[in-house]
């Protein structure tokens, strides 16, 4: 369990660290936090492992999403900057 103010740090800090490396649609933004919650961001992987059991889609389940659903919105994600790029 971590605090709000933390869990508000590590989105800031992951959806901040996903703009500035230009990454579209999904990407797994490793971090690691110190005692006194300073939180560093180790890589941006813009093509994660997108089996059931990894990293990414641990993230996605925790964030209330299933296998499938987290699929689709990916694919979703893609096929929306696709249309507006036309």
Known sequence: ???????????HT???AFKIMGTRD??????RVTSDEVVY???????P???????FMRS???????YSRALKRIVM???ERGKRAK
């Open 49 to 55: 492992d997108l089996t059931e059991g990894a990293g």
């Open 41 to 47: 961001v180790l890589e941006v992987n813009p093509n």
């Open 14 to 16: 992951a959806i901040a």
């Open 77 to 79: 994600l893609a096929y």
């Open 26 to 31: 999904y990407a797994r933004v490793d971090m």
């Open 60 to 66: 996605a389940h925790a964030a209330g999403l299933s």
């Open 1 to 11: 369990e971590i605090s709000k103010g933390l869990e508000d740090k590590l989105k």
